[in-house]
Structures are given as structure tokens and as C-alpha cells.
């Protein structure tokens, strides 16, 4: 609590801002609705910046982080402190998807049309090695299958209470009330297990492309989420891929998760890229870079 109280007393005296914004996603076929934080003093610099997906969970929309996750305080005050670099963080409103192309196809509008938006949009650096993602809950779930599936386009990852149920969600869980892991109106534990992240292990270990991931969950969380991020921990370390895992005291809410985005995106921002000015323009200005 005392480090949020800190971090909103700095923001105050540098704030970036957050806009709304649509564009046609042709891989949907409609308009498609994002949020983005811009660092202060991106309309003036010519810096490209590392760019963070940030993703909402479930019954939520791309205000979710920006309202409940107070995104933008936190990370303003983060960037004046040198704490992380100044950056871009991306939130996209996936519906009921749980990221998946399932109904809609989410993952690919994600992979193929946002990340090619973003880039064609905002002064980012497009690579893997200025580009992490992350996510709460279902996002939390959307984040590691994007990890799994495309090694090659994340340099980092941070799963806040993910919903990583192994074998099946439990009965409180909102995954079980999805359309995406429905059959006949009834939840289909194959269908969970065909799109969980077990099925997508094997395929990732061949890629020899490892992930670092910041793993994080409530100790009293509802839906026993600890011990599924604990599992997953151990997988990853099983196989030597680095990880970081956080089991504090907590319930699966933005009590929590405003608590851990501090140590989250200081987790995924020291492995990507800090920002860059195009070839031939010079040293960064340190007032960009303070502190780092």
C-alpha cells in the first residue's frame, strides 16, 4: 500500500495519457476497440518505444485495467522513478473469447492484425525484443497460450492469477459459463483441455525459444489459482526455462493485481528493448531514460 501511495504522488507530477481507439480488424470482419497509454512527451519525441499487450479478464472490457488496474497512475509513476523505461501499453477488448479463435477469431486478430495496427499506428519497436505481453485471469490464460504459440513475437510474459486450471476449471470458475468451451449449452471438459496450456508444452520445448515469465497469484484466492500458477512454475523450471514465481497474500481481485503490476512490469520491461531513436538520429535524451 505505501509503495501505490508513493507511486501515485509521483504520477501526479508526470502524467502520460490513455486513448480509445477502433480500427477494422479484418480477420474479424468489425471494428475492434482498443485502449493504449502513452508515455509523457510522446507527441514531442521521436523515440520508439517497447510496447506492452496488456489483457483484460473475463466479463471486462479494455477499460478493465485502465479503471479497476489504475494502469496508467501506476506506470507513469514508474517511468518518472526510472523504474521502468517510458512505453506503450496496449489493451484490447476481447469479449467472452478467452483469447481464443473459437466464435470469433481472436488470437489471430491479436497476432496478426493488432500487433501490425500498433506498429503502423504508434512509434513502437516492432520485434520481439521491444514487445511482452500480459494479463489477469482470463488474460492471464490468453497470455501464456500467446507465449506458448508465438515464442517468436514476446520477449517477456506476466500472468496475474491466470486461469490455468489442470485438468478442468472449478464450478465457480466463469470459464465454465464461456461459449468458447461450450458443447450443447454445457461445459466440455475435452474442449478445456484441448486449448489449455499442457496440450501446447511439447510444440513450445521444440522451438528451443524460451519465455521468461512473471507468475503471480493470491494465497486465498477463490479459485485456488495458487496452486495451479505453483504447477505451472514448476513446469517451467523443470525445463529450465526462467520464471518468477509470487504467491502473496490475497483474493482473485484488483487488490491484488493493482499490488503485483508494479513488480510485473518491472519483471517484464529489464528484458525488452528500451526506446530507440531511428538510425542515424543519436544518443537517447536522458530525460527518457532517467534513472535507468
Not at 473475463?58 to 507513469?76: K, L, P, S, Y
Not at 469479449?95 to 477469431?105: A, C, I, N, P, Q
Not at 520464471?243 to 503485483?260: K, N, Q, T, Y
Request: with cysteine.
Amino acid at each position: 500500500m505505501a509503495l501505490l501511495i508513493l507511486l501515485s504522488l509521483v504520477a501526479a507530477a508526470r502524467a502520460g495519457s490513455v486513448v480509445t481507439e477502433r480500427f477494422t480488424s479484418a480477420t474479424l470482419g468489425r471494428e475492434w476497440a482498443y485502449n493504449v497509454y502513452l508515455p509523457t512527451g510522446y507527441e514531442t519525441s521521436r523515440l520508439s518505444y517497447p510496447v506492452l499487450y496488456l489483457l483484460h479478464g473475463a466479463n471486462q472490457d479494455e477499460q478493465e485495467w485502465v479503471t479497476q488496474g489504475q494502469v496508467g497512475r501506476i506506470a507513469d509513476a514508474m517511468i518518472a522513478t526510472g523504474r521502468i523505461p517510458p512505453c506503450l501499453i496496449v489493451m484490447p477488448y476481447a469479449r467472452g473469447s478467452w483469447y481464443l479463435d473459437r466464435g470469433e477469431r481472436v488470437e489471430t486478430a491479436l497476432v496478426e492484425d493488432l500487433l501490425t495496427r500498433i506498429a503502423a499506428r504508434f512509434r513502437t519497436i516492432a520485434a520481439r525484443e521491444g514487445r511482452a505481453i500480459a494479463g489477469e485471469s482470463m488474460g492471464g490464460y490468453g497470455a501464456l497460450r500467446f507465449v506458448l504459440k508465438y515464442p517468436d513475437r514476446f520477449a517477456a510474459a506476466a500472468l496475474l492469477s491466470p486461469a490455468i486450471y489442470v485438468p478442468e476449471p472449478p464450478l465457480q470458475s466463469a470459464s465454465r459459463k464461456a461459449a468458447v468451451f461450450q458443447r450443447a449449452g454445457a461445459f466440455d471438459p475435452t474442449l478445456w483441455q484441448n486449448f489449455n496450456y499442457p496440450s501446447l508444452i511439447t510444440t513450445y520445448a521444440a522451438r528451443n525459444l524460451s519465455v521468461p515469465l512473471f507468475i503471480a497469484a493470491g494465497a486465498e484466492d477463490e479459485l485456488h489459482i495458487a496452486r495451479h500458477a505453483a504447477t505451472l512454475f514448476r513446469l517451467w523450471r523443470e525445463h529450465d526455462w526462467p520464471a518468477s514465481l509470487h504467491i502473496l497474500p490475497g483474493h482473485h481481485d484488483f487488490v491484488l493485481w493493482r499490488e503485483l503490476l508494479p513488480q510485473a512490469l518491472d519483471f517484464v520491461f529489464q528484458r525488452l528493448s528500451r526506446p530507440v531513436l531511428p538510425a542515424g538520429d543519436g544518443p537517447v535524451p536522458t530525460q527518457h531514460m532517467a534513472g535507468r
